[in-house]
T-cell receptor
Framework: NAGVTQTPKFQVLKTGQSMTLQCAQDMNHEYMSWYRQDPGMGLRLIHY???????DQGEVPNGYNVSRSTTEDFPLRLLSAAPSQTSVYFC???????????FGEGSRLTVL | GENVEQHPSTLSVQEGDSAVIKCTYS??????FPWYKQELGKGPQLIID?????GEKKDQRIAVTLNKTAKHFSLHITETQPEDSAVYFC????????????FGGGTRVLVKP
Protein backbone atom coordinates (compact mmCIF):
# COMPACT_ATOMS: atom_id res chain seq x y z
CA ASN A 1 0.00 0.00 0.00
CA ALA A 2 2.13 2.89 -1.33
CA GLY A 3 -0.16 5.86 -0.47
CA VAL A 4 1.34 9.11 -1.80
CA THR A 5 4.69 8.78 -3.55
CA GLN A 6 6.92 11.76 -4.34
CA THR A 7 10.04 11.81 -6.46
CA PRO A 8 12.78 12.89 -6.26
CA LYS A 9 13.45 13.10 -2.50
CA PHE A 10 16.34 15.53 -2.99
CA GLN A 11 17.25 17.87 -5.85
CA VAL A 12 19.77 20.65 -6.37
CA LEU A 13 19.15 23.12 -9.19
CA LYS A 14 20.89 26.16 -10.54
CA THR A 15 18.99 29.42 -10.90
CA GLY A 16 17.01 29.42 -14.14
CA GLN A 17 16.80 25.66 -14.54
CA SER A 18 13.44 23.93 -14.79
CA MET A 19 12.32 20.67 -13.29
CA THR A 20 9.26 18.61 -12.38
CA LEU A 21 8.42 17.14 -8.99
CA GLN A 22 6.37 13.99 -9.42
CA CYS A 23 3.46 12.93 -7.21
CA ALA A 24 1.38 9.78 -7.51
CA GLN A 25 -1.32 8.33 -5.25
CA ASP A 26 -2.94 4.91 -5.37
CA MET A 27 -5.98 5.61 -3.15
CA ASN A 28 -8.30 6.88 -5.93
CA HIS A 29 -8.48 10.26 -4.21
CA GLU A 30 -10.21 13.05 -6.09
CA TYR A 31 -8.37 15.87 -4.28
CA MET A 32 -4.62 16.46 -4.68
CA SER A 33 -2.48 19.39 -3.61
CA TRP A 34 1.04 20.73 -3.35
CA TYR A 35 2.38 22.55 -0.28
CA ARG A 36 5.74 24.09 0.44
CA GLN A 37 7.21 24.11 3.93
CA ASP A 38 9.58 26.82 5.05
CA PRO A 39 10.94 27.34 8.60
CA GLY A 40 8.48 29.21 10.80
CA MET A 41 5.91 29.53 8.02
CA GLY A 42 4.08 26.26 8.25
CA LEU A 43 2.69 24.69 5.10
CA ARG A 44 1.58 27.00 2.32
CA LEU A 45 -0.66 25.80 -0.50
CA ILE A 46 0.79 26.18 -4.01
CA HIS A 47 -1.80 24.53 -6.28
CA TYR A 48 -4.60 22.04 -5.87
CA UNK A 49 -6.92 19.88 -7.95
CA UNK A 50 -10.41 18.55 -7.29
CA UNK A 51 -10.29 16.03 -10.13
CA UNK A 52 -8.70 15.12 -13.44
CA UNK A 53 -8.55 18.13 -15.76
CA UNK A 54 -9.28 20.63 -12.96
CA UNK A 55 -6.60 22.68 -11.19
CA ASP A 56 -6.60 25.92 -9.24
CA GLN A 57 -4.15 28.23 -7.52
CA GLY A 58 -3.42 28.24 -3.84
CA GLU A 59 -1.74 30.86 -1.68
CA VAL A 60 1.70 30.92 -3.38
CA PRO A 61 1.33 29.81 -7.04
CA ASN A 62 3.83 32.12 -8.76
CA GLY A 63 6.65 30.29 -10.51
CA TYR A 64 4.88 26.92 -10.46
CA ASN A 65 2.64 25.05 -12.91
CA VAL A 66 0.54 21.95 -12.43
CA SER A 67 -1.59 19.63 -14.53
CA ARG A 68 -3.92 16.74 -13.68
CA SER A 69 -4.36 14.45 -16.66
CA THR A 70 -5.18 11.39 -14.52
CA THR A 71 -6.68 10.81 -11.07
CA GLU A 72 -3.41 9.29 -9.86
CA ASP A 73 -0.79 11.87 -10.88
CA PHE A 74 -0.26 15.53 -10.04
CA PRO A 75 3.17 16.83 -11.14
CA LEU A 76 4.51 20.22 -10.05
CA ARG A 77 6.66 22.10 -12.55
CA LEU A 78 9.16 24.80 -11.71
CA LEU A 79 9.52 26.88 -14.85
CA SER A 80 12.68 28.87 -14.03
CA ALA A 81 14.02 28.05 -10.59
CA ALA A 82 14.90 30.87 -8.19
CA PRO A 83 16.69 30.72 -4.80
CA SER A 84 13.38 31.74 -3.16
CA GLN A 85 12.00 28.36 -4.24
CA THR A 86 14.44 26.52 -1.99
CA SER A 87 12.07 24.61 0.26
CA VAL A 88 10.61 21.25 1.16
CA TYR A 89 7.67 20.35 -1.05
CA PHE A 90 4.83 18.06 0.02
CA CYS A 91 2.17 16.47 -2.12
CA UNK A 92 -1.06 15.47 -0.38
CA UNK A 93 -4.29 13.78 -1.40
CA UNK A 94 -7.70 13.06 0.09
CA UNK A 95 -11.33 12.41 -0.64
CA UNK A 96 -12.94 15.46 -2.19
CA UNK A 97 -14.56 16.97 0.89
CA UNK A 98 -13.01 17.53 4.30
CA UNK A 99 -11.27 14.54 5.75
CA UNK A 100 -7.81 13.13 6.30
CA UNK A 101 -5.18 14.60 4.01
CA UNK A 102 -2.49 12.01 3.23
CA PHE A 103 0.99 13.46 2.70
CA GLY A 104 3.97 12.15 0.82
CA GLU A 105 7.38 12.11 2.48
CA GLY A 106 8.48 15.34 0.86
CA SER A 107 10.96 16.56 -1.76
CA ARG A 108 13.80 18.79 -0.57
CA LEU A 109 14.77 21.28 -3.27
CA THR A 110 17.79 23.57 -3.16
CA VAL A 111 18.23 26.30 -5.78
CA LEU A 112 21.72 27.78 -5.99
CA GLY B 1 -8.79 34.16 2.48
CA GLU B 2 -8.38 32.19 5.68
CA ASN B 3 -5.56 33.02 8.09
CA VAL B 4 -4.55 30.64 10.88
CA GLU B 5 -2.27 31.75 13.72
CA GLN B 6 -0.62 29.16 15.99
CA HIS B 7 1.08 29.61 19.39
CA PRO B 8 3.56 28.90 20.79
CA SER B 9 6.14 28.23 18.08
CA THR B 10 8.17 26.07 20.46
CA LEU B 11 7.14 24.22 23.61
CA SER B 12 9.32 22.29 26.01
CA VAL B 13 7.66 20.11 28.65
CA GLN B 14 8.76 17.52 31.18
CA GLU B 15 7.71 13.96 30.50
CA GLY B 16 4.35 13.33 32.15
CA ASP B 17 3.26 16.96 32.03
CA SER B 18 0.56 18.37 29.74
CA ALA B 19 1.09 20.37 26.56
CA VAL B 20 -1.35 22.88 25.09
CA ILE B 21 -1.17 24.45 21.63
CA LYS B 22 -3.58 27.20 20.60
CA CYS B 23 -4.78 28.36 17.18
CA THR B 24 -7.00 31.17 15.98
CA TYR B 25 -8.65 31.46 12.56
CA SER B 26 -10.17 34.35 10.66
CA UNK B 27 -12.84 32.89 8.33
CA UNK B 28 -16.13 32.43 10.16
CA UNK B 29 -17.19 29.98 7.41
CA UNK B 30 -14.48 27.48 8.43
CA UNK B 31 -16.06 24.30 9.71
CA UNK B 32 -13.30 21.68 9.83
CA PHE B 33 -10.25 21.86 12.10
CA PRO B 34 -7.64 19.07 11.92
CA TRP B 35 -4.35 18.70 13.75
CA TYR B 36 -1.30 17.12 12.16
CA LYS B 37 1.90 15.73 13.67
CA GLN B 38 5.15 15.80 11.72
CA GLU B 39 8.09 13.69 12.77
CA LEU B 40 11.59 14.45 11.57
CA GLY B 41 12.03 13.74 7.86
CA LYS B 42 8.42 12.69 7.36
CA GLY B 43 5.24 14.16 5.99
CA PRO B 44 2.55 15.40 8.41
CA GLN B 45 0.01 12.86 9.68
CA LEU B 46 -3.49 13.52 10.98
CA ILE B 47 -3.81 12.90 14.71
CA ILE B 48 -7.25 14.33 15.49
CA ASP B 49 -9.85 16.58 13.92
CA UNK B 50 -13.00 18.38 14.97
CA UNK B 51 -15.96 19.77 13.08
CA UNK B 52 -17.85 22.94 13.90
CA UNK B 53 -20.89 21.17 15.31
CA UNK B 54 -18.76 19.71 18.13
CA GLY B 55 -17.13 21.60 21.01
CA GLU B 56 -14.67 18.98 22.20
CA LYS B 57 -13.26 15.67 21.02
CA LYS B 58 -10.93 13.26 22.81
CA ASP B 59 -8.81 10.34 21.68
CA GLN B 60 -6.81 8.71 24.47
CA ARG B 61 -4.19 11.27 25.57
CA ILE B 62 -5.06 13.94 23.04
CA ALA B 63 -8.07 16.25 22.96
CA VAL B 64 -9.16 19.19 20.89
CA THR B 65 -11.53 21.98 21.90
CA LEU B 66 -13.26 24.46 19.61
CA ASN B 67 -14.76 27.85 20.42
CA LYS B 68 -16.54 29.06 17.27
CA THR B 69 -17.63 32.34 18.82
CA ALA B 70 -14.04 33.30 19.62
CA LYS B 71 -12.68 31.55 16.49
CA HIS B 72 -10.08 29.54 18.33
CA PHE B 73 -9.29 25.90 18.87
CA SER B 74 -6.70 24.11 20.98
CA LEU B 75 -4.83 20.82 21.17
CA HIS B 76 -4.24 19.26 24.59
CA ILE B 77 -1.79 16.41 25.12
CA THR B 78 -1.82 14.84 28.58
CA GLU B 79 0.82 12.62 30.20
CA THR B 80 3.36 13.53 27.54
CA GLN B 81 5.91 10.92 26.45
CA PRO B 82 9.19 11.29 24.54
CA GLU B 83 7.51 9.98 21.38
CA ASP B 84 5.22 13.04 21.47
CA SER B 85 8.25 15.15 20.49
CA ALA B 86 7.47 16.46 16.98
CA VAL B 87 6.13 19.48 15.11
CA TYR B 88 2.37 19.95 15.37
CA PHE B 89 0.24 21.89 12.90
CA CYS B 90 -3.31 23.12 13.22
CA UNK B 91 -5.38 23.80 10.11
CA UNK B 92 -8.79 25.07 9.05
CA UNK B 93 -11.07 24.58 6.06
CA UNK B 94 -14.50 25.79 4.95
CA UNK B 95 -14.96 22.91 2.50
CA UNK B 96 -15.62 25.30 -0.37
CA UNK B 97 -12.78 24.04 -2.57
CA UNK B 98 -12.40 20.35 -1.97
CA UNK B 99 -10.17 19.69 1.03
CA UNK B 100 -8.25 22.98 0.84
CA UNK B 101 -6.58 23.40 4.23
CA UNK B 102 -4.91 26.54 5.59
CA PHE B 103 -2.21 25.63 8.11
CA GLY B 104 -0.83 27.44 11.11
CA GLY B 105 2.91 28.06 11.42
CA GLY B 106 3.58 24.96 13.51
CA THR B 107 4.69 24.24 17.09
CA ARG B 108 7.86 22.31 17.83
CA VAL B 109 7.22 20.23 20.96
CA LEU B 110 10.10 18.77 22.93
CA VAL B 111 9.32 16.31 25.72
CA LYS B 112 12.25 16.03 28.13
CA PRO B 113 12.70 12.68 29.88
Amino acid sequence: NAGVTQTPKFQVLKTGQSMTLQCAQDMNHEYMSWYRQDPGMGLRLIHYSVGAGITDQGEVPNGYNVSRSTTEDFPLRLLSAAPSQTSVYFCASSRLQTGELFFGEGSRLTVL
Amino acid sequence: GENVEQHPSTLSVQEGDSAVIKCTYSDSASNYFPWYKQELGKGPQLIIDIRSNVGEKKDQRIAVTLNKTAKHFSLHITETQPEDSAVYFCAASNGAAGNKLTFGGGTRVLVKP
